[in-house]
């Protein structure tokens, strides 16, 4: 045990202590092969959190071992589909127990809002679980009605996420062929899947992976951010306790270039699935292609537009441009990091972009009221420093920020600049940071062109009362998801995922399930068919 985490004002919780620090492979907690650690830290100060172990290749190939046992053998692919949607019901009840413990540890990891991770990515990650569960008393929300004679009292319960679930109704179909022949298509789990995520939202990416994996019946192996090691192994020490069998998920805490790229390359991992940068998302694709060509999904980043008409409602579309480039501290991949916003409401949206970005509260995020923390850590700070600086060189108006905040830990002022013009760094790169761009457009064939002209294809958000302009722009900008008044909606249901260099699959909703499943066509010669 290395540290707590304290409040430094108002504390919203008691401190917490690290309990699990070492790697999960085959359901035990062990340490790394080569015996080593790392630190890590809290982005508040730089201090030291606490040492964990850091797995590599031997690790790796250790972890896939038991992962492919777990697979082969059972008894997790050979208990009923029920049996594992019931293991995580019960490990949503669990995160729901602990919800304000693991929350803090998100929070002294991470440096996000404690009340954001309380109050919205751990209830997340409890939503995401139900959702790919699977409940046999009531059937899945698209067939429940069915039942509605049967079962009338059924629909009148409380909680959709009572009637929701996957885990028992993937099944497949019977299809018409010609010839004497019946043939089913099964979809079955493709086996021993490798997964990697990142350190912005640590618990939500760890949700979204192994919540369709474990529905559609994989083991995993997963590789967490080097800088946000602790959340996961914490609960994943819940989903044990709620009966997942040794060796079905496996956790190693380490780097990129050695646990991750070990298990990018491993020729017994069935499939990979990577959030992260683009530049990664391309060295997992070359390490997947070399070894055995793994199929792979991939969540990278994104440049996205936040386009403004002048007949949008004008505060809230301010509020929700504020919301969608700083929260959780612009670390987001989809962050609406260039506003574009309509000539005739330019200025008045300006200065009251302004005037929000400077009433943003920084400050410790275990304090209340508290909106933005500090960047994750010293490497992503030197970064978004350097773009606010390009920013001001390429003759951008920095109209507020632009300077750290306080004199220890990762913090940075809300930034918004003005008069940004297409080609500079701070329109074209994603900054992961909290710096608004804010753009000026004439007309709306402009500004879809101006919108899809980025590598990147990830999410949109549109702002207007006008249906016909709402459309129009929805339909023509090319990203995986278009926000219509509104933003960083992220219901279990809908799928998320890019165009062009912002990534291949859908994570979420029935298309996250595909990426974990094969399908395989049965064929059966019939001697006298009936028809
Ligand atoms: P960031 O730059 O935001 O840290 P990365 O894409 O580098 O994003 O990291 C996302 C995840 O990818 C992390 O878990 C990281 O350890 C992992 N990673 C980094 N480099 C590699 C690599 N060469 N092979 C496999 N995984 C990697």
Same mark, same amino acid.
């Given at each position: ?70 697979f082969?053998? !059972? ?49 997340m ?25 049967f ?23 019977v299809?018409?062929?010609? !010839? ?30 192994? /919540?369709p ?35 079905v ?26 959030? !992260?940068s ?51 501290? /612009? ?43 500090p ?31 306080g004199?220890? !830990? ?12 297409? /080609? ?78 912002s ?11 595909k ?17």
């Open positions: 045990k290395f540290g707590t985490a304290v409040a430094v004002e108002e504390p919203i919780k008691p401190p917490v202590e690290v309990e699990h620090t070492q790697l999960l492979i085959d359901g035990k907690f062990v340490d790394a092969i080569s015996g080593r650690t790392f630190p890590t830290l809290d982005p508040r100060t730089g201090d030291i959190i606490a040492h964990v172990a850091e797995g590599d290749e031997e690790d790796v190939n250790i972890a896939v071992t038991a992962a492919r046992k777990a082969d053998k !059972g008894p997790w692919t050979r208990m009923t589909a029920y049996e594992r949607s019931m293991v995580l019901y019960r490990f949503a009840d669990l995160i729901e127990k602990h919800n304000d413990e693991i929350a803090a540890l998100e929070t002294w990891d991470n440096g996000k809002p404690y009340e954001q991770s309380a109050s919205a990515e751990i209830p990650l409890t939503r995401l679980m139900r959702y790919y569960a699977g409940n046999f008393l009531v059937y899945s929300r698209i067939c429940y009605h069915c039942f509605d004679d079962y009338p009292t059924l629909t009148s319960l409380p909680s959709s996420e009572t009637y929701s679930g996957w885990a028992d109704k993937i099944h497949g179909l299809v018409p062929a010609d !010839g004497p022949h019946h043939v089913q298509v099964l979809q079955e789990p493709m086996g021993v899947v490798g997964q990697i995520i990142p350190w912005n939202f640590p618990l939500l990416m760890y949700a979204w992976k192994i /919540g994996a474990l529905a559609t019946g994989n083991t995993i192996v997963l590789k967490t951010a080097e800088q946000t090691p602790l959340s996961a192994i914490y609960v994943s020490n819940l989903l044990m306790e709620a009966g997942l069998p040794p060796g998920l496996n956790i190693i805490s380490g780097f990129g270039p050695t646990a991750g790229a070990a298990l990018a390359s491993h020729m017994e991992v069935d499939k990979i699935a990577f959030t !992260g683009t530049e990664t998302g391309k060295i997992v694709v070359e390490l997947a292609a070399r070894s055995n060509l793994k199929p792979v999904t991939l969540e990278l980043g994104g440049k996205s537009p936040f386009i403004v008409f002048d007949d949008a409602d004008i505060d809230q579309a301010v509020e929700l441009a504020h919301f969608a480039l700083f929260f959780n501290q /612009g670390q987001c991949c989809c962050a609406g990091s260039r506003t574009y916003v309509h000539e005739r409401v330019y200025d008045e949206f300006v200065e009251k972009s302004k005037a929000r970005a400077m009433k943003r509260v920084v400050g410790d995020p275990f304090k209340k009221g508290v909106e933005q923390g960047q994750i850590d010293m490497e992503q700070f030197n970064k978004i420093m350097k773009y606010i600086r390009l920013g001001k060189e390429s003759g951008a108006t920095l109209l507020c920020g632009g300077e750290r905040s004199s220890k !830990g990762y913090y940075i002022q809300p930034t918004v600049f003005t008069d940004v013009q297409e /080609g500079m760094p701070i329109a074209t790169d994603e900054i992961f940071g909290p710096v608004q761009s804010i753009f000026k457009f004439r007309d709306i064939d402009e500004v879809i062109q101006r919108a899809n002209a980025t590598r990147f294809g990830l999410a949109a958000g549109v702002f207007t009362s006008n249906l016909d302009t709402a459309n129009t722009v929805s339909r023509a900008l090319k990203a995986g998801t278009v926000w219509i008044n509104c933003f960083d909606v992220f219901d279990a249901a809908i799928p998320f995922g890019g165009y062009k260099m990534g291949q699959g859908r994570e979420k909703g029935i298309d996250s399930l990426n974990y499943l094969e399908v395989k066509s049965v064929v059966t010669h019939l001697k006298n068919p009936a028809w």
